[in-house]
């Protein structure tokens, strides 16, 4: 899993999330009261059942089998870029992984709530993107995962992220037991789109097409930057891969 650097995007992200940290103190009582998908409240003093503990190993695999790709969408969401998105996998009848950053889901509650209803699932992709988190303190990879982690439920409405992926993939061991006891399986990926290097519509064609014998799960972002390479990439790969026999699913929890 290559890292991405040179993001100053994510410089102000960070900024912002400074503002955020004290949310850890927080995190628990936020999340015995957010509601999980399909949860039940029988009144007020009701409280839904803590999410259940999934496998701490890094996911690829989809839900659809061997001829199953899992598409991800990373870092928004952005108020430009992800109701594009929305709008291309409605169009082809895809349905998606979304890793958002704590602070975007935090500032576009609206955009968060439109992905889940539109049937999409959620996914940790911490406060602040930090992608050195593997060699910082066990203390701030927990603020990190479990702050983003109420961030996004809350602006939700309280739908919890079923997966967490750490920023450039800077998992640890810790990380990984930490997000799976909070029932967000790790995910990774399997094909890098480079879409966040905007190397143009056709290179990032050309990269998923090449690579997408690595495996089936494919890494594209709606956010920190012109996305509009992205868009354009995706428009021709959705109705490529549902040509070639691919059907579209969730990673495996």
Not at 21 to 43: E, M, R
Not at 151 to 174: D, E, H, L, Q
Request: aromatic share 8%; proline share 6%; with cysteine.
């Amino acid at each position: 899993m290559a890292r991405h650097g040179g993001r100053g995007w994510y410089g102000r992200v960070f900024a912002a999330a400074v503002g955020v940290t004290a949310l850890a103190a927080g995190t628990s009582v936020w999340t015995a009261q957010a509601g999980a998908v399909g949860g039940q409240h029988s009144g007020a003093a009701a409280r839904p059942a803590a999410p259940k503990p999934v496998s701490a190993s890094i996911v690829h695999a989809s839900d659809k089998g061997a001829r199953g790709v899992n598409i991800t969408i990373d870092d928004g969401p952005d108020p430009t870029w992800t109701p594009q998105v929305l709008q291309l996998l409605k169009e082809n009848g895809v349905k998606a992984t979304f890793c958002m950053v704590g602070t975007q889901a935090q500032a576009h509650p609206d955009l968060v709530k439109a992905v889940v209803a539109a049937g999409h699932r959620l996914c940790d992709h911490t406060v602040s993107h930090d992608t050195t988190m593997d060699k910082k303190p066990n203390s701030y990879q927990s603020q990190e995962i479990l702050n983003a982690e109420a961030m996004i439920t809350k602006a939700s409405g309280g739908v919890r992220p079923m997966y967490y992926r750490a920023p450039g993939g800077a998992f640890t061991p810790y990380s990984r037991h930490l997000a799976a006891s909070h029932g967000m399986r790790p995910l990774g990926w399997n094909v890098d789109s480079k879409d966040f290097e905007r190397p143009g519509t056709e290179a990032i064609i050309t990269t998923v097409k090449n690579e997408l014998s690595n495996g089936p799960t494919i890494l594209f972002h709606d956010a920190g930057g012109d996305r509009s390479e992205t868009v354009a990439a995706l428009r021709e790969i959705l109705p490529w891969l549902k040509q070639q026999g691919y059907s579209f699913g969730f990673p495996v929890r």
